[in-house]
């Protein structure tokens, strides 16, 4: 009995070292990563691997460009493809989420609810799939990356690593591969081209659009209209600001 004992509180300590490692290790890496490119995801390892399994040659098209060097056409395209709440959210869409499980639940077509912070650690950190060890290991990250990073930081490394064709990782190679020219000159037009194949960049194209991209692209366009052709950073910020006190302002 004695020896049991002794043997369950070595397990407990080796799996609380081990879970202490994880933690540290994690924060580490997401602190890291706020200022020091990623210059390759498990996404990109993964494809490269299906792609020799099925005997095609593996291609793998990714450059890394800071924020400043991605038209910001495309980084609103992508808010209003992907996240309308972006600039809102701490990483977690919770209306969507509730939307999203009662059409499920209705039996309609299935419907996400991640939002770009999401797939932003989900491409990083993590590898593609949809069991709950996953899903957990998503919110986590999500938070971790909320805390560290700023939302242009987010975006930066979103626009960076996201999947935007076979192959095509990153806002500078889906802008040299689509439009021969570099993410900085993308208009309006390419920008929501690009953003309308993210659901599934491995069947749509960009550039001949189709008739259903054609579709989702001028709906993007059209909600990239309702927000001005413009995404500001610090709108929400702003606006948690609380307000100074005239009589207090005259004091000063």
Same mark, same amino acid.
């Given at each position: 009995?004695? !020896?049991?004992?002794?043997?369950?509180?070595?397990?407990?300590?080796?799996?609380?070292?081990?879970? !202490?490692?994880?933690?540290?290790?994690?924060?580490?890496?997401?602190?890291?990563?706020?200022?020091?490119?990623?210059?390759?995801?498990?996404?990109?390892?993964?494809?490269?691997? *299906?792609?020799?399994?099925?005997?095609?040659?593996?291609?793998?098209?990714?450059?890394?460009?800071?924020?400043?060097?991605?038209?910001?056409?495309?980084?609103?395209?992508?808010?209003?493809?992907?996240?309308?709440?972006?600039?809102?959210?701490?990483?977690?869409? +919770?209306?969507?989420?509730?939307?999203?499980?009662?059409?499920?639940?209705?039996?309609?077509? !299935?419907?996400?609810?991640?939002?770009?912070?999401?797939?932003?650690?989900?491409?990083?950190?993590?590898?593609?799939?949809?069991?709950?060890?996953?899903?957990?290991?998503?919110?986590?990250?999500?938070?971790?990356?909320?805390?560290?990073?700023?939302?242009?930081?987010?975006?930066?490394?979103?626009?960076?690593?996201? *999947?935007?064709?076979?192959?095509?990782?990153?806002?500078?190679?889906?802008?040299?591969?689509?439009?021969?020219?570099?993410?900085?000159?993308?208009?309006?037009? *390419?920008?929501?081209?690009?953003?309308?194949? !993210?659901?599934?960049?491995?069947?749509?194209?960009?550039?001949?659009?189709?008739?259903?991209?054609?579709?989702?692209?001028? +709906?993007?366009?059209?909600?990239?209209?309702?927000?001005?052709?413009?995404?500001?950073?610090?709108?929400?910020?702003?606006?948690?600001?609380?307000?100074?006190?005239?009589?207090?302002?005259?004091?000063?």
């Amino acid at each position: 009995m004695q !020896l049991q004992l002794i043997l369950i509180i070595k397990i407990l300590k080796f799996l609380l070292k081990l879970f !202490l490692g994880f933690v540290i290790l994690s924060v580490v890496s997401v602190i890291i990563f706020r200022w020091l490119p990623i210059p390759l995801t498990p996404l990109m390892l993964i494809r490269c691997v *299906e792609q020799k399994s099925d005997g095609k040659k593996m291609t793998l098209k990714h450059d890394w460009v800071s924020l400043e060097e991605i038209s910001p056409k495309l980084q609103l395209a992508v808010v209003c493809s992907e996240d309308q709440n972006y600039l809102k959210h701490y990483g977690f869409d +919770w209306g969507a989420i509730k939307k999203a499980r009662k059409a499920n639940e209705e039996g309609k077509k !299935l419907r996400g609810a991640s939002t770009i912070s999401q797939q932003t650690a989900k491409n990083v950190f993590l590898w593609p799939g949809r069991s709950y060890v996953r899903k957990g290991f998503e919110v986590y990250f999500t938070l971790l990356i909320e805390i560290f990073w700023s939302k242009e930081r987010i975006m930066e490394v979103y626009l960076n690593s996201i *999947e935007m064709g076979n192959g095509v990782y990153g806002a500078e190679s889906a802008a040299q591969h689509w439009f021969k020219k570099p993410a900085i000159k993308l208009n309006k037009d *390419e920008s929501a081209a690009i953003a309308s194949v !993210l659901p599934n960049p491995l069947k749509y194209i960009a550039n001949p659009a189709s008739g259903y991209i054609g579709k989702r692209k001028a +709906w993007i366009k059209q909600q990239m209209s309702f927000w001005g052709n413009e995404l500001d950073y610090d709108k929400y910020n702003d606006e948690d600001e609380k307000p100074v006190n005239k009589s207090q302002k005259k004091k000063k």
